[in-house]
């Protein structure tokens, strides 16, 4: 019985609860079918709308609307005028190019009212929308003269004359009288023009209309828009109507028109139409009392579990709602690295297809995702990368990263963890005000350094006399002490207490004080000059008068240039380093004693032309400093060699002239010059070190008849380069046949220019190998002389000629043109396998040339080859003549993408406090260590140590003058990446180069079991 009483109850049960269930549906069905109806009298609306604005445009034509009343009267006849719905206004634009508006804006003016400010920047575009005609938009912010400045107009504009038989709809934008607006837009012809027309649909008053007759009690609802049109896919909530509580069901309905939708979340609760019939299921109830109590406890405890599981189901799709309402992506992953939650703004951020947005899905879908379209470039092993990754995400904590997708936009990603272990991320795309950030920092940046490096002090007064700007080379310039001027602040008082003891011109003079001469500048009582300050300072100072009343005055630091007027007349005639006499007045003794000689007369005197051995290896070793302390001390020796009658002079660079007055015959000055050479061969001492040099002696004697003192110095001067060819320490007298010699390198010079005219300036190419592959890595290219006369040239036999006479920089200009041509020759039929630079040399004289970083930009834009294609090289010597001007050049060339060299680095030590300010990118090994590293182990440590020192600054090394396998080797285990030399090549012409760039030619690659069998190997490509 108990168990027939419990089936009884149970079917009875059963039975009830499906009744109800039938109930609830068909309840809940209507309330979806009110909502449904809801939605369609909206969509009605705004199609209503866009009919009648298209009627309206269809309108407007040139007979019919000649002023402002005539649109008014227009749109009263179509029923949009403002306070009725579906507008709240309406205006229309004309599309105008940018030489047509100012003649539009006057004829406009004098018929219509133009609404809002005019758009400054609008003249810098080359079409506009102009608004001739507009009613009710008093309140409304967006429209003005010109709706491109209105980023969702402007749109909508573009909008309508793609599709000028379809209505635009927009988002809705907030005016201010607190009114929320969605403009909608049509185009229209007026005669020969085209515009457009713009109604304001009032949202607000729609919806209301509406839900106020006809939504049902019981019937929540909560409005929101997705402005599609502008890439946004974020809903916005824009209203929303609360409704009674015991809230038991919710459903969406939406509807999209143009760039624009609106989605409906409705809630349906207990009273509406006075809720589901149970009274079936009740009535089953009690025919089961008996043994319903039992059953209506188990009943009441399924139905707390469901209205918990509905409960959360609420609170899930109310957490989804909120999540896709967030203008940032969002993702939640479990600790098992599973995608718990997410929203469309991620997927949108990193372009995830749809199918991989669902809950659940591990973390390494994603990632792999992201493998197969690139993200992260080449990936060898994809399950260590996804690993690598996933465990990267795992240890995680609180933290921000910015990430770089491959298009270029920043997404920067705020993580952190939940006390159960969850990892929640949030990414924001902050492409646009990174961009900003970067701008305006730039600007800074800029203004900073143009008033930090600026010449001048400069100072700005307002015309009330307070300071508005000022830099520091003024507090340098005047000896302001910090925190004296400050902006706001009176100007005048920070001045007083400095004295003015000149003034130039003199109408100044009875001034005392800075702050009285500059405001007699300022009140025109006195006139800008020179003034002069305390310890020996002068300042020039300018008045500028500004637009508004205010005062810029620039202070110039002329103290130097004072001081350097006041030495002129004494360094006209003296040399600054050395103070000896220099050559004008050394020409000008030699002149009176060559007047007073005879022929007849005894020898008498003789003209010495002295050149310092070495002295150029002091300089680039030990720095110019140095260099002219062993000057001074030099000159100061040679006072005490010579006698009481003779002259010294210094004649230029380490070149010194001595007149010896009164000798008796050619041995006696031969006598006086081997004393001379014997006093200079002892050491000098030099910042606690000794430096040992000597001097080669040019002897011009009388006797040769010379017509002038400049003659007879020319003459020593020849000389003495003949005593350099026999070796340091040499002297010579002048003879006739020395005269001859320098003529045949005149006759050298004037054929070298003339080999640059003709064009006969060449280069060869010598690769640079790798030494691990035996590839060609580039080449370095080579200046050759290719005379009709004399031959193939080589560098040695011109280039220090040209060096002298400053024609090396046309020939350098010339290399780098061949080798920036040859380059792009490569690139263009080569492809792939054109190398990927060519090494130039650079001279000293191109170095410290103004006008190079210009130069070789015009060379490589006129080769259309990019900079990254080009290597300049320096030797170690050549930064340290000026490491200041040397660094700020290279710097230039760096911008400019060309990568840098230093050439014969180690041959020297000068530089090596500089090196870490010059942006290298390689180092080159000088070929006397290559050379010299079998037999000295100081060689082989010496390339150790560079090759440790250049990878430690980032750069790679090339050895030069390989000329073994042995030598290829070693290098290679000292940490040399690249090498050239005879070994693997002598330099060859440019169809050589090309034939090996197209054999792809290797000299003998290394493997890591391969030996060196044979020092003598040849160097035959494979």
């Given at each position: 019985?108990?168990?027939?009483?419990?089936?009884?109850?149970?079917?009875?049960?059963?039975?009830?609860?499906?009744?109800?269930?039938?109930a609830?549906?068909?309840?809940?069905?209507?309330a979806?079918?009110?909502?449904?109806?809801?939605?369609?009298?909206?969509?009605l609306?705004?199609?209503?709308?866009?009919?009648?604005?298209?009627?309206?445009?269809?309108?407007?034509?040139?007979?019919?609307?000649?002023?402002?009343?005539?649109?008014?009267?227009?749109?009263?006849r179509?029923?949009?005028?403002?306070?009725e719905?579906?507008?709240?206004?309406?205006?229309?634009?004309?599309?105008?190019?940018?030489?047509?508006?100012?003649?539009?804006?006057?004829?406009?003016?004098?018929?219509?009212?133009i609404?809002?400010?005019?758009?400054?920047?609008?003249?810098?575009?080359?079409?506009?929308?102009?608004?001739?005609?507009?009613?009710?938009?008093?309140?409304?912010?967006?429209?003005?003269?010109?709706?491109?400045?209105?980023?969702?107009?402007?749109?909508?504009?573009?909008?309508?004359?793609?599709?000028p038989?379809?209505?635009?709809?927009?988002?809705?934008?907030?005016?201010?009288?607190?009114?929320?607006?969605?403009?909608?837009?049509?185009?229209?012809?007026?005669?020969?023009?085209?515009?457009?027309?713009?109604?304001?649909?009032?949202?607000?008053?729609?919806?209301?209309?509406?839900?106020?007759?006809?939504?049902?009690?019981?019937?929540?609802?909560?409005?929101?828009?997705?402005?599609?049109?502008?890439?946004?896919?974020?809903?916005?909530?824009?209203?929303?109507?609360?409704?009674?509580e015991?809230?038991?069901?919710?459903?969406?309905?939406?509807?999209?028109?143009?760039?624009?939708?609106?989605?409906?979340?409705?809630?349906v609760?207990?009273?509406?139409?006075?809720?589901?019939?149970?009274?079936?299921?009740?009535?089953?109830?009690?025919?089961?009392?008996?043994?319903?109590?039992?059953?209506?406890?188990?009943?009441l405890?399924?139905?707390?579990?469901?209205?918990?599981?509905?409960?959360?189901?609420?609170?899930?799709?109310?957490?989804?709602?909120?999540?896709?309402?967030?203008?940032?992506?969002?993702?939640?992953v479990?600790?098992?690295?599973?995608?718990?939650?997410?929203?469309?703004?991620?997927?949108?951020?990193y372009?995830?297809?749809a199918?991989?947005?669902?809950?659940?899905?591990?973390?390494?879908?994603?990632?792999?995702?992201?493998?197969?379209?690139?993200?992260?470039?080449?990936?060898?092993?994809?399950?260590?990368?996804?690993?690598?990754?996933?465990?990267?995400?795992?240890?995680?904590?609180?933290?921000?990263?910015?990430?770089?997708?491959?298009?270029?936009?920043?997404?920067?990603?705020?993580?952190?963890?939940?006390?159960?272990?969850?990892?929640?991320?949030?990414?924001?795309?902050?492409?646009e005000?990174?961009?900003?950030e970067?701008?305006?920092?730039?600007?800074?940046?800029?203004?900073?350094?143009?008033?930090?490096?600026?010449?001048?002090?400069?100072?700005?007064?307002?015309?009330?006399?307070r300071?508005?700007?000022?830099?520091?080379?003024?507090?340098?310039?005047?000896?302001?002490?910090q925190?004296?001027?400050?902006?706001?602040?009176?100007?005048?008082?920070?001045?007083?207490?400095?004295?003015?003891?000149?003034?130039?011109?003199?109408?100044g003079?009875?001034?005392?004080?800075?702050?009285?001469?500059?405001?007699?500048?300022?009140a025109?009582?006195?006139?800008?000059?020179?003034i002069?300050?305390?310890?020996?300072r002068?300042?020039?100072?300018?008045?500028?008068?500004?637009?508004?009343?205010?005062?810029?005055f620039?202070?110039?630091?002329?103290?130097?240039?004072?001081?350097?007027?006041?030495?002129?007349?004494?360094?006209?005639?003296?040399?600054?380093?050395?103070?000896?006499?220099?050559?004008?007045?050394?020409?000008?003794?030699?002149?009176?004693?060559?007047?007073?000689?005879?022929?007849?007369?005894?020898?008498?005197?003789?003209?010495?032309?002295?050149?310092?051995?070495?002295?150029?290896?002091?300089?680039?070793?030990?720095?110019?400093?140095?260099?002219?302390?062993?000057?001074?001390?030099?000159?100061?020796?040679?006072?005490?060699?010579?006698?009481?009658?003779?002259?010294?002079a210094r004649l230029?660079?380490?070149?010194?002239?001595?007149?010896?007055?009164?000798?008796?015959?050619?041995?006696?000055?031969?006598?006086?010059?081997?004393?001379?050479?014997?006093?200079?061969?002892?050491?000098?001492?030099?910042?606690d070190?000794?430096?040992?040099?000597?001097?080669?002696?040019?002897?011009?004697?009388?006797?040769?008849?010379?017509?002038?003192?400049?003659?007879?110095?020319?003459?020593?001067?020849?000389?003495?380069?003949r005593?350099?060819?026999?070796?340091?320490?040499?002297?010579a007298?002048?003879?006739?046949?020395?005269?001859?010699?320098?003529?045949?390198?005149?006759?050298?010079?004037?054929?070298?220019?003339?080999?640059?005219?003709?064009?006969?300036?060449?280069?060869?190419?010598?690769?640079?190998?790798?030494?691990?592959?035996?590839?060609?890595?580039?080449?370095?290219?080579?200046?050759?002389?290719?005379?009709?006369?004399?031959?193939?040239?080589?560098?040695?036999?011109?280039?220090?000629?040209?060096?002298?006479?400053?024609?090396?920089?046309?020939?350098?200009?010339?290399?780098?043109?061949?080798?920036?041509?040859?380059?792009?020759?490569?690139?263009?039929?080569?492809?792939?396998?054109?190398?990927?630079?060519?090494?130039v040399?650079?001279?000293?004289?191109?170095?410290?040339?103004?006008?190079?970083?210009?130069?070789?930009?015009?060379?490589?834009?006129?080769?259309?080859?990019?900079?990254?294609?080009?290597?300049l090289?320096?030797?170690?010597?050549?930064?340290?003549?000026?490491?200041?001007?040397?660094?700020?050049?290279l710097?230039?060339?760096?911008?400019?993408?060309?990568?840098?060299?230093?050439?014969?680095?180690?041959?020297?030590?000068?530089?090596?406090?500089?090196?870490?300010?010059?942006?290298?990118?390689?180092?080159?090994?000088?070929?006397?260590?290559?050379?010299?590293?079998?037999?000295?182990r100081?060689?082989?440590?010496?390339?150790?140590?560079?090759?440790?020192?250049?990878?430690?600054?980032?750069?790679?090394?090339?050895?030069?003058?390989?000329?073994?396998?042995?030598?290829?080797?070693?290098?290679?285990?000292?940490?040399?990446?690249f090498?050239?030399?005879?070994?693997?090549?002598?330099?060859?012409?440019?169809?050589?180069a090309?034939?090996?760039?197209?054999?792809?030619?290797?000299?003998?690659?290394?493997?890591?079991?391969?030996?060196?069998?044979?020092?003598?190997?040849?160097?035959?490509?494979?």
């Open positions: 019985m108990a168990i027939s009483t419990l089936l009884l109850v149970g079917g009875g049960w059963l039975f009830a609860q499906t009744m109800n269930q039938r609830d549906k068909a309840w809940l069905d209507k979806q079918q009110e909502g449904a109806s809801l939605t369609d009298k909206f969509a609306t705004i199609e209503r709308a866009g009919r009648q604005l298209y009627a309206f445009s269809r309108g407007l034509a040139d007979d019919r609307i000649r002023s402002v009343q005539d649109f008014t009267d227009e749109a009263r179509i029923g949009v005028l403002v306070g719905v579906p507008f709240r206004a309406v205006a229309f634009a004309v599309k105008v190019k940018a030489e047509e508006r100012p003649g539009l804006e006057q004829a406009i003016g004098r018929q219509f009212s609404v809002g400010e005019p758009d400054t920047r609008a003249a810098e575009r080359a079409e506009s929308y102009v608004v001739v005609g507009a009613t009710g938009v008093d309140n409304f912010v967006t429209i003005g003269t010109d709706l491109m400045t209105d980023r969702v107009l402007a749109s909508m504009a573009e909008g309508a004359f793609r599709s038989t379809e209505r635009i709809v927009g988002p809705s934008v907030e005016a201010r009288d607190g009114g929320l607006y969605t403009p909608i837009s049509v185009r229209a012809e007026w005669g020969d023009r085209e515009g457009i027309v713009i109604g304001l649909f009032d949202f607000r008053d729609a919806i209301e209309a509406i839900t106020q007759t006809s939504l049902p009690a019981g019937l929540g609802i909560e409005v929101s828009e997705r402005a599609t049109a502008v890439g946004s896919n974020v809903f916005r909530i824009l209203m929303a109507i609360e409704e009674a015991d809230l038991i069901e919710t459903y969406k309905t939406s509807y999209t028109q143009g760039g624009v939708g609106w989605r409906f979340q409705w809630s609760h207990e009273d509406f139409v006075g809720g589901p019939d149970h009274s079936l299921g009740t009535a089953m109830r009690w025919g089961s009392v008996a043994a319903g109590l039992v059953l209506i406890l188990l009943l405890l399924f139905e707390i579990s469901r209205r918990r599981e509905r409960m959360l189901d609420q609170h899930s799709d109310l957490l989804q709602t909120m999540i896709d309402c967030m203008e940032e992506g969002i993702s939640v479990t600790p098992d690295m599973k995608i718990a939650a997410s929203n469309q703004k991620f997927f949108d951020l372009g995830f297809p199918t991989l947005r669902e809950n659940g899905r591990p973390v390494s879908d994603y990632v792999d995702a992201r493998i197969d379209r690139g993200d992260f470039g080449a990936v060898d092993d994809r399950r260590t990368f996804i690993s690598n990754r996933i465990t990267k995400n795992l240890d995680a904590n609180a933290h921000n990263i910015v990430e770089e997708l491959p298009d270029g936009r920043c997404v920067e990603i705020r993580r952190s963890r939940t006390e159960d272990g969850h990892l929640v991320s949030l990414y924001l795309d902050v492409t005000s990174r961009r900003n970067t701008m305006l920092l730039d600007q800074a940046r800029v203004t900073q350094a143009a008033l930090d490096n600026m010449h001048n002090g400069l100072l700005l007064i307002s015309a009330t006399g300071v508005l700007v000022w830099n520091d080379r003024l507090a340098r310039v005047l000896g302001l002490p925190g004296r001027l400050i902006v706001g602040a009176e100007a005048w008082p920070a001045f007083t207490d400095i004295p003015l003891l000149t003034v130039e011109p003199a109408d003079e009875e001034l005392v004080n800075l702050s009285q001469y500059l405001q007699a500048l300022a025109d009582e006195t006139e800008a000059g020179m002069k300050l305390e310890g020996d002068w300042v020039d100072v300018t008045l500028h008068h500004m637009p508004d009343g205010g005062f810029a620039t202070f110039t630091d002329e103290t130097a240039r004072k001081h350097a007027e006041d030495k002129l007349l004494h360094d006209a005639l003296h040399d600054t380093v050395t103070g000896l006499p220099n050559r004008s007045l050394f020409i000008d003794r030699v002149g009176q004693m060559l007047s007073r000689w005879n022929p007849g007369d005894s020898l008498g005197f003789a003209v010495l032309f002295l050149d310092l051995d070495r002295f150029k290896n002091v300089n680039d070793s030990l720095g110019h400093d140095v260099g002219d302390i062993l000057l001074v001390e030099v000159a100061r020796r040679l006072e005490q060699a010579i006698g009481p009658g003779d002259s010294i230029a660079g380490d070149e010194f002239g001595i007149l010896l007055s009164d000798v008796s015959d050619r041995d006696d000055v031969l006598d006086r010059v081997h004393w001379i050479q014997n006093d200079m061969s002892a050491a000098f001492r030099l910042l070190q000794e430096v040992f040099t000597s001097v080669s002696i040019g002897i011009s004697l009388p006797a040769s008849n010379f017509s002038n003192p400049e003659e007879m110095l020319r003459a020593a001067d020849i000389a003495m380069y005593a350099k060819d026999k070796g340091m320490g040499s002297l007298v002048f003879d006739p046949q020395m005269q001859t010699r320098a003529i045949t390198q005149l006759q050298l010079e004037s054929d070298l220019r003339r080999a640059i005219e003709r064009d006969e300036i060449t280069v060869h190419f010598q690769p640079l190998i790798d030494l691990r592959s035996g590839r060609i890595a580039g080449f370095e290219s080579l200046a050759r002389w290719e005379s009709p006369d004399r031959g193939l040239v080589r560098p040695g036999q011109f280039i220090p000629m040209a060096e002298d006479t400053g024609l090396v920089v046309q020939i350098g200009a010339i290399a780098l043109k061949r080798s920036l041509l040859q380059m792009r020759e490569w690139r263009r039929t080569l492809g792939a396998k054109a190398p990927e630079n060519i090494s040399n650079l001279s000293a004289r191109q170095l410290l040339d103004p006008e190079l970083v210009r130069e070789i930009e015009l060379q490589l834009a006129n080769a259309n080859v990019p900079g990254s294609c080009l290597k090289e320096v030797t170690e010597s050549m930064i340290m003549r000026n490491p200041e001007q040397t660094a700020r050049t710097m230039e060339l760096k911008q400019l993408g060309v990568a840098l060299s230093i050439d014969d680095f180690g041959t020297g030590y000068s530089s090596l406090s500089y090196l870490h300010r010059f942006p290298f990118d390689t180092l080159k090994v000088d070929r006397s260590f290559v050379l010299s590293m079998e037999n000295k100081e060689s082989r440590e010496i390339i150790r140590t560079i090759a440790l020192l250049a990878h430690t600054l980032g750069m790679d090394v090339i050895a030069e003058g390989v000329e073994s396998a042995k030598q290829r080797k070693a290098l290679l285990d000292y940490g040399c990446e090498g050239q030399g005879f070994f693997f090549a002598k330099p060859m012409a440019a169809d050589a090309t034939e090996a760039l197209v054999s792809e030619r290797r000299w003998h690659p290394l493997t890591p079991s391969s030996d060196v069998e044979d020092d003598h190997s040849t160097s035959a490509a494979e």
